[in-house]
């Protein structure tokens, strides 16, 4: 059972290694020997874990097993633990974190190569994957509190790293401004989450899952709606869902394999994998589910909107991040905790494989990110461009990559669970994705070239492109362990997971509806592939909103069409309906509140006359309310 | 006896009312001394009524004789005799402070004005051997000792802290 | 005075001894340094008799109680005082105010704190409030040709003197009321008679004087403008170990008159209003506040109201979670103020903006000063955390969830302060080359960094001592 400490540990140790080096100045200028030493040290700490559990995974026989390593504190009646929780959803999170995570690592020794802050960038990084560790390991929701504080702390000063950039964002100027807004946001969810706590721990007395589970049926209908309310909105928070989304397309701010790790693979999935631990008491409360799919949709939809609006090659990325985000909410509100999962999985090797190649490809400009400077890239960055491509297919959706498996599998369990409306709205947006992923896709490695020439991109070296072959070829294949019943009768990772979290549905669907919605997205995808390459492919410097009717002459008549019907309308939603939304309202909101608290503070100021007699003034009032109430009544 | 006990705490009540206010009130430093002394005064003959007399004798000697002299002492030697600049307007926060004090008092009175049982502590003495030096000094230095000895510190570190303060050679020692 | 006494009281005959060693010594020697030495020794062993289990009972007639309790407090009280006094040394010589009387005071104060903790008769315990809240003035003065550390200094008196004098009223009325001076005699006469108007408004005064010292609102006003203008060193005693000894002393007023106090909707009422009203006025106002020793003195304020939710709590874990965030609030708070006199006393810096570029320049200062503020805001796995999760959940379990809502509500506003510290030490570049140049860490605030972590880590022993106290306290 040692193992599982080692492994948990290991990063904490290589934090503090790199930590060492960091404040010793131990690398030079353009040191790039030392670079490795400190960069491979670092990899190892986190694949060894990875090789670990990766054993454990081969011998695993489906029981949880819980390690304590020490009594914690003593709250009240109950003790919190240190202890490690091993079943099989938190074992395969874990492989997922350690895996994607060593191979960012490995990628990051290659981008983040003469950096200053290169010791501190793989400090904060080892770091991180120990708090996400304990996150997903712990056996109780205060030790998961401490990762989750631990892993929005990391997100925090890794956003700002480079913190003396400037940053184009909604109210911000700097990338400090943006890591302040994750992380102001990130606070709202944390209350929630611990208000949640304090529920539970009022009721049962106890924090840890298992007495959690057992005892659930202590909590009548209110007291479930509320903790799985409050839980939900501590998911919002770290999950990027609607409202408290807005924070994380401007963590872009931070390096891109931040962006691939923290805010695409890892972090920013904590908040479903909570929802999926604690699924058995989700399901007693079948308004929180109800809200955590229409949300769930609702933001997938959004975000895909707005992503297609977006020119900043990043932002696409993000926002389709969000959106997928809405997909996994999606399939937890329906109940079907194993596809939220299966899709979590997935998004981990594509959407990690797009960041870390949309960053080979910001390298190889020297940061440039907007999309309307690229293009013609596929001939320069031959590997960067099929290892894009590839996971660009997973995102669409293209049949039979490991995206289709995943994204059919939510859509499919929606259906079944009869939500036609969501379903709809599902596919719609799935549409949406095929769309603007090609656009970004087309918009980078086709067409000419509209990037300085000085520049003289390049491929980027093998360090880094050696983890992208193999998060590309995760995407082509990844989605073998989860394929629909028409395929294998047995779905593996559904029944995998199925020791650890709950299952609503019984009733199957049967394989010719199940070949017919398989069909359906796989045209869906397609043809939203096919459109906006037909129409990214040709146009060239014309992608903005306003610049789309001085190319009507251009264009074929099928290009007007879909730009008309679909492209249009859309783009008109996101920029002039939802974006004003999401800057004004949602952030306006949020920034209402800091601002107002401010506002407050100083008028308390007011009050501080520093006039002594003043202060002796005040006393008394206090005193006569005080004798006042306590004597008089 | 008791007739004559209540005119005489009436007249030393009135007094000391009468010295407190003058002392705030009086803008002539060295007026406000003496109507300190006034109060102080009145305060031991309260004592005696409560047939505290050591008390009374102390309250005497230590606050009228020895703290007030000091301070007549050093209003004569700061020469604080411009009256127009202790003058201080009657401004609103004056008036409030006033009015507070008025409504602490009005409620602490309407509070006391209530019906309250009192607990009678029995005792083999009578009040007035109480209030004599004899027995203060007895309690003081048995049940009381350890209060009476750690008092010493308190003194101890008064003339610590005055010495800091008003330390004439500002060099320190290292 | 039997001499079974003076060992029973040994922590207190040992402390007053120890004085006038110390005394004397300075007044022969004349070295601060020496008497330095001689204090911190002192310090050193009183820590390390409070380590150790010892009789306990009732002292020189029931004046004293001695018990686990009073010697959790009295560690609390002694380590505070040993840290300050360490972190005193350099900041004293920059200013020009190197005294060895300065050491003695401290120790003195120390010395009334441990009275309060001791304290089973109310003489004691005023005289005890009295000898520290002198030192105090005397130590916010001390800067004597600061004309801010006089103002300050004064203030402090001021008030303070208006506070204690409603302090001493509450005594006298409750020794009317109920025709005791002994605390545990006042909680028998108060279980066998109903409490009378009298008795409660000599409470109320008496909490007057308590919640002065530990600046609740409305009494709190005082506690910004005398933590800016007293010497640093000085500001991170009377923040720490000065509160914690109201607390304490508090606690032990509370617990003998609980039978009153116990489920009576009034006192919970009027007692949750404060403590809402210190989080929220405490925390809001630091929001606004560029002085750091401002920011702290509101963030102090907001503190204390976490604490008084543990009073409120009304438990035996309620007043052990108090217990243990007095250690865990003292050990952050010196530390966080340490840090500002190390720069302040180099570069007379005290804003949050001129402490852009520090982690550059000054890697662990910056570290450590980020662990301090992380551990006030109450982020896992600092000590803060901890005691911050034990006082909540001793409120939750006494049925006042809400007040619990409002504490982690008003905590989650106080990360915006405390971080903006941390954004201007990472993420800032320095306002001039070599801005900190001179500033030297010292290693106490390296040792404070741990045992905050620690306590984060590995509270079990520590909460099971300030349980322990609890248990033993009062059942005499």
């Known amino acids: ?255 891109t394999p931040v962006s691939a790790l923290i805010h695409a693979a890892t972090m920013v999935t904590s908040g479903i994998y909570l929802t999926a631990r604690l699924s058995p008491l989700f399901i007693m409360s079948p308004d929180t589910m109800n809200l955590i799919a229409v949300v769930g949709i609702a933001t997938a939809f959004i975000a895909a909107t707005i992503g297609l609006t977006q020119n900043d090659i990043k932002k696409v990325l993000a926002y389709s991040t969000v959106s997928q985000l809405g997909y996994m909410f999606l399939a937890l509100g329906i109940g079907a905790f194993g596809s939220a999962i299966f899709h979590v999985t997935t998004h981990a090797f594509f959407k990690a494989c797009l960041f870390l190649g949309s960053g080979s490809v910001i390298h190889a400009l020297h940061e440039e990110q907007d999309i309307r400077k690229m293009g013609g890239l596929a001939k320069v960055m031959p590997q960067t461009h099929a290892t894009f491509l590839v996971a660009s297919l997973a995102l669409a959706g293209f049949p039979l990559t490991a995206g289709f498996f995943s994204k059919d599998d939510v859509l499919a369990k929606t259906f079944e669970s009869g939500n036609y409306l969501l379903w709809g709205v599902g596919l719609v947006t799935a549409f949406i994705t095929a769309f603007y992923t090609m656009r970004l896709y087309t918009l980078t490695f086709l067409g000419e070239a509209r990037y300085n020439t000085d520049k003289h991109p390049h491929e980027s070296p093998a360090l880094m492109t050696a983890p992208l072959w193999i998060l590309g070829a995760l995407s082509l294949v990844g989605g073998a362990i989860g394929l629909p019943a028409v395929i294998q009768e047995q779905n593996w990772i559904q029944s995998f997971l199925s020791s650890s979290v709950a299952s609503v549905q019984a009733h199957h669907l049967e394989h010719s509806n199940e070949w017919i919605l398989l069909g359906i997205s796989s045209i869906v995808a397609i043809l939203g592939l096919a459109a906006s390459f037909s129409i990214y492919s040709k146009k060239t410097v014309h992608v903005e909103p306003e610049g789309v009717t001085t190319v009507l002459y251009r264009k074929y008549y099928i290009d007007e069409l879909y730009d008309a019907a679909v492209v249009k309308p859309f783009q008109f939603l996101a920029s002039r309906l939802l974006a004003p939304i999401d800057n004004r309202i949602i952030d306006g909101l949020v920034n209402g509140i800091g601002s107002s608290m401010v506002g407050l503070g100083g008028a308390l100021k007011r009050w501080q006359t520093g006039v002594a007699q003043n202060y002796a003034l005040v006393i008394t009032i206090g005193l006569i309310l005080l004798v006042g109430y306590i004597a008089l009544t | 006896m008791e007739t004559v006990s209540f005119i005489l705490f009436s007249f030393l009540g009135a007094l000391v009312m009468v010295g407190s206010i003058g002392t705030v009130w009086s803008r002539n430093p060295v007026t406000s001394a003496l109507f300190l002394v006034l109060n102080f005064f009145a305060l031991g003959g309260i004592y005696l009524l409560l047939e505290a007399q050591f008390i009374a004798v102390v309250q005497v000697i230590v606050y009228a004789g020895a703290i007030m002299v000091l301070f007549l002492f050093t209003i004569m030697l700061l020469n604080l005799d411009d009256e127009q600049a202790l003058k201080e307007k009657f401004d609103l926060q004056k008036g409030f402070g006033i009015l507070l004090g008025g409504v602490l008092l009005v409620e602490v009175l309407y509070i006391l004005g209530l019906k309250i049982n009192l607990p009678q502590k029995s005792t083999t003495l009578t009040p007035v051997e109480i209030g004599e030096a004899k027995n203060i000094g007895r309690e003081l230095i048995t049940n009381f000792l350890f209060p009476f000895e750690i008092v010493s510190i308190l003194l101890l570190l008064a003339v610590v802290g005055a010495i800091v303060l008003a330390k004439k050679n500002f060099s320190p020692n290292t | 005075m039997a001499l079974h006494d003076l060992l029973l009281a040994l922590p207190i005959t040992f402390a007053t001894l120890w004085t006038i060693l110390l005394i004397v010594v300075e007044a022969t020697a004349k070295r601060a340094q020496l008497t330095f030495s001689l204090t911190s020794v002192g310090f050193l062993i009183l820590i390390t008799m409070m380590l150790f289990p010892s009789e306990q009972g009732y002292a020189f007639g029931e004046m004293l109680r001695l018990s686990p309790y009073s010697q959790f407090a009295n560690f609390v009280f002694a380590l505070s005082g040993l840290l300050v006094i360490t972190l005193s040394q350099s900041y004293l010589a920059k200013e020009n105010i190197h005294f060895g009387e300065y050491y003695i005071i401290v ?170 009203l210190t989080m929220v006025v405490g925390n809001i106002a630091a929001l606004s506040q560029d002085n750091l020793k401002r920011m702290l003195a509101f963030s102090s304020i907001a503190h204390a109201g976490y604490m008084l939710v543990g009073i409120v709590a009304g438990s035996d874990a309620g007043y052990s979670a108090v217990l243990y965030y007095a250690l865990v609030y003292s050990l952050m708070n010196i530390g966080a103020f340490g840090v500002i006199a190390l720069i302040e006393q180099q570069r007379e810096l005290t804003s949050a903006s001129d402490y852009a570029g520090l982690f550059k320049e000054k890697p662990l200062l910056a570290g450590v000063m980020a662990l301090f503020m992380l551990s006030l805001t109450g982020i896992p796995p600092f000590g803060g955390f901890i005691g911050k999760y034990k006082l909540f959940a001793a409120a939750v379990e006494s049925g006042l969830s809400w007040l619990a809502v409002v504490g982690v509500l008003a905590s989650a506003v106080s990360a915006y302060y405390y971080l903006r510290v941390v954004v201007f030490m990472f993420m800032r570049e320095p306002q001039a080359e070599n801005q900190f140049e001179g500033v030297v860490l010292n290693p106490t605030l390296v040792l404070i960094a741990l045992l905050v972590f620690l306590l984060g880590i590995f509270p079990t022993g520590m909460l099971r001592f300030a349980g322990e106290a609890m248990k033993f306290a009062f059942n005499m």
Not at chain 1, 98 to 117: A, C
């Open chain 1, 1 to 255: 059972m040692n193992v599982i400490f080692i492994s948990v540990f290991l990063p904490l140790v290589g934090f503090f290694l790199s930590s060492l080096f960091s404040l010793t100045k131990f690398i030079g200028h353009h040191e790039s020997g030392k670079e490795k030493l400190v960069g491979v040290l670092s990899t190892l700490m986190i694949a060894i874990p990875f090789g670990i559990f990766a054993t454990l995974f081969a011998s695993f026989n489906g029981e949880a097993q819980i390690a304590t390593l020490y009594d914690w504190f003593a709250a009240g009646a109950m003790s919190i633990k240190v202890s490690y929780q091993l079943d099989s959803l938190s074992l395969f999170m874990a492989m997922i974190v350690t895996g994607v995570g060593s191979l960012i690592h490995l990628y990051s020794i290659g981008y983040m190569h003469g950096d200053e802050g290169f010791a501190r960038f793989f400090a904060y990084l080892n770091l991180f994957i120990f708090a996400m560790l304990n996150l997903i390991l712990a056996d109780n929701m205060v030790l998961m509190f401490l990762g989750w504080e631990g892993v929005g702390l990391c997100s925090y000063l890794l956003i700002g790293f480079w913190y003396d950039r400037k940053f184009d964002g909604i109210g911000i100027a700097t990338t400090t401004d943006a890591a302040n807004k994750a992380f102001i946001m990130n606070r709202i969810g944390d209350f929630a989450m611990l208000a949640a706590m304090f529920l539970i721990f009022q009721k049962i007395s106890a924090l840890d899952y298992n007495s959690i589970l057992s005892q659930k049926e202590a909590f009548d209908s209110t007291h479930i709606f509320w903790i799985t309310l409050l839980i939900f909105i501590g998911c919002t928070g770290k999950s990027a869902q609607i409202p408290l989304y807005t924070w994380l397309p401007d963590a872009m701010a931070g390096p």
């Open chain 3, 107 to 276: 120790f003195i104060a120390t010395l009334g704190m441990m009275l309060m903790a001791s304290a089973a008769h109310m003489v004691v315990l005023f005289i005890g409030l009295e000898i520290m809240s002198i030192a105090l003035y005397v130590l916010a003065g001390i800067m004597r040709k600061d004309l801010r550390a006089n103002e300050a200094a004064m203030k402090y008196f001021l008030l303070g003197a208006f506070s204690s004098g409603f302090f001493l009223y509450g005594i006298s009325l409750i020794y009317g009321a109920t025709g005791e001076m002994t605390l545990f005699k006042i909680g028998i006469y108060l279980q066998e008679n109903s409490a009378t108007s009298l008795f409660w408004i000599g409470l109320s005064l008496m909490m007057v004087g308590f919640l002065f010292k530990i600046s609740a609102v409305p009494f709190h006003q005082w506690t910004p403008d005398v933590y800016e203008g007293s010497p640093t060193p000085s500001t991170a005693l009377m923040s720490t170990a000065s509160k914690a000894a109201a607390f304490t002393a508090l606690i032990t007023v509370v617990l003998n008159v609980s039978s009153q106090t116990e489920n009576n909707s009034n006192w919970i009422f009027a007692l949750s209003t404060i403590a809402v």
